[in-house]
T-cell receptor
Framework: SQQGEEDPQALSIQEGENATMNCSYKTSINNLQWYRQNSGRGLVHLILIRSNEREKHSGRLRVTLDTSKKSSSLLITASRAADTASYFCATDNFGNEKLTFGTGTRLTIIP | DTGVSQDPRHKITKRGQNVTFRCDPISEHNRLYWYRQTLGQGPEFLTYFQNEAQLEKSRLLSDRFSAERPKGSFSTLEIQRTEQGDSAMYLC??????????????FGPGTRLLVL
């Protein structure tokens, strides 16, 4: 079963604008990760944030985590056409190894 | 440095046939995972190996599914008597043996299965 949901389900923005996606989850977590998936391909790891962290940066990516609200956001700044993809958050819990994914946000960057 | 590889990339089969997929993890990664992804959904966990031991299985893994990792390196996922509902992308991932720390899972390109 899916852990939670990404919001919005789909997002279209102009190239150069910032894109923000949100992820909500249901149970206590150990880590939260964001992955990107281009159409019909495997997942590419973007960033991992641990449950004791509140914010993390990597290049044009900024991730926040609010464990009290069981939510995370992914911000992509200065978007590029190559950022067009589906973005998934995934959580893992203490005591087991599996990742539980959300339903994904489909991001389209308009050149 | 090669990433996770999966073979075949695409498989079309008729209902009732058996299929087998292979996953080669990143070398020295002792943890290996299988996930299934249907259209428009996020991946769902199927099973997990640490070295050759299968340590966790999802309820999604019915008795028609079997996974092995005989020497702790590559893994195979077999589906017997395929059904149309088995049509999906089958993803493999691996992660390194870092003690006490949960680390990133690195995914392969997936095997897309279509059952006619």
């Amino acid at each position: 079963s899916q852990q939670g949901e990404e919001d919005p389900q789909a997002l279209s923005i102009q190239e150069g604008e910032n894109a923000t996606m949100n992820c909500s989850y249901k149970t206590s977590i150990n880590n939260l990760q964001w992955y990107r998936q281009n159409s019909g391909r495997g997942l590419v790891h973007l960033i991992l944030i641990r449950s004791n962290e509140r914010e993390k940066h990597s290049g044009r990516l900024r991730v926040t985590l609010d464990t009290s609200k069981k939510s995370s956001s992914l911000l992509i700044t200065a978007s590029r056409a190559a950022d067009t993809a589906s973005y998934f958050c995934a959580t893992d819990n203490f005591g087991n190894e599996k990742l539980t994914f959300g339903t994904g946000t489909r991001l389209t960057i308009i050149p | 440095d090669t990433g996770v590889s999966q073979d075949p990339r695409h498989k079309i089969t008729k209902r009732g046939q058996n299929v087998t997929f292979r996953c080669d993890p990143i070398s020295e990664h002792n943890r290996l995972y299988w996930y299934r992804q249907t259209l428009g959904q996020g991946p769902e966990f199927l099973t997990y190996f640490q070295n050759e031991a299968q340590l966790e299985k999802s309820r999604l893994l019915s008795d028609r599914f079997s996974a092995e990792r005989p020497k702790g390196s590559f893994s195979t996922l077999e589906i017997q008597r395929t059904e149309q509902g088995d049509s999906a992308m089958y993803l493999c991932a691996s992660s390194p043996p870092v003690a006490g720390v949960r680390e990133t899972q690195y995914f392969g390109p997936g095997t897309r299965l279509l059952v006619l």
